[in-house]
Each structure stands twice: as structure tokens, then as C-alpha cells.
């Protein structure tokens, strides 16, 4: 009831964008606030509801259940984003385990591996800007590698791993300068290059990366070429 009635102030004001409108809005920011704050409000509760059934839902599923796995990828998803919604820390926490524990039930060679090993690497990366600690880190690199293990050249889902192996290594780089670490990042790079033609959106944003990484080897090995 909160949320209609801000909205029938708010959106009696004018038409969406109309000068009127921005004055409005400005004149009349705490109603504006209030809006927000009630669909923040709303979504949180929503996602509050969404965790409980995922909850409820998962306690059906023991252990040994060839389905359990797959509910609690689901829960480890709608808890991670929740974190990144309102970022509490003890979401991020069960969220990477509840990932772990669903990672550890898909045993290797099941198509939905490497899904849930990518969950798991991108929450260690959540984990690893909130804390930075070098071991979350390393075991950050080591997820993704093994999620590349599982889309192998040519498959269509390749190149976000790839950017995100690249990421991580950069990290480390920026943390013992090591040589190995910079050799691997440019090859991602290439790779992810060329999995994105001149007409690809992400051209662009791959070209820079790769060539910001060959400028930082230029002092030892330069290439005008390259």
C-alpha cells in the first residue's frame, strides 16, 4: 500500500523524463526516497521469501539425492545475490559454502561441473575483493583453470572463463610481479581476442586489455609488431 501510493505521486507528476518531472523530483525528494525505499523493501522481501522456499525445497532433497546438488547451486545463487544486493558478509560466507558443498556432490564428468565450478570461482573472486587474502586468490586462479579444463576450445561458453582467469592473474601479477603470471594472462587475452571478431561488442574492451598486458612486457621483450 506504501509503494502505490508514493508511485501515484510520483508518477502523476509528469510524463517519464519531462522537464516538469525533473523539477518534481527535486522539489519532492523525500517522497522520491520513500519510493525507493519501498521498493528496496519489496525486493529484499522478495528475496527473503525466494531463500526460505530454496530452503524449504532443499531439506526434501537429502544427501544422496542425485537432485541436491542442483538446489543447492540454486540456494548458493539466490543467497550470493542477495549479497551483492545488500552486501552482508555472512551471505557471501554461505554462499560459498553451500557452493563448495553442491561443487563436491557433482562428481567429474557431469555436464553441470563446470557450471558449478565457475559459481564457486566467481564467489571466491567476491570473496577475494572483499578481503584480499593471496590464498583466496590462488584459489581463484586455480577454479577457473579448471573451469577452462571443462570448456575446452570451441565451446560456446569458453571466453567468460577466460576473462575471468585473466582477471585473477592479473591480480596476482600486481602482486609479485611474476613473469609466468603475465605469459598466461596475454594468452587468455589472445585467445579471448580472437573469440571476438571486429563485430563482437566486446572487441574493443578485449583489444585494450591484450594490449595493456603486451605494454607492461615491453621493458623486457619489445615487440614493436605487437
Known sequence: QTLRLYYKVYSGSAPL???RQVWWIRRNEPCV?????ALDDIERTTSEKRIQRLRQVLECYPLGDPRRPDYLDELANAIKERYVRFGLQTDLDEALQLFTEALALHSPGQPCRGASLNSLANAFGDRYGLKGSQSVLEERIRLHAE???H????HTERSSP???LA???DDRYNIRSSESDLEEMIRCQREMLALCPPSHPCHARASLCLATSLRRRMGSQYDADE
Open 17 to 19: 523524463g519531462h522537464r
Open 151 to 154: 570448456r575446452p576450445p570451441g
Open 162 to 164: 577466460l576473462n575471468s
Open 147 to 149: 573451469v577452462l579444463n
Open 33 to 37: 526516497d520513500g519510493f525507493i525505499l
Open 167 to 169: 582477471a585473477a592473474l
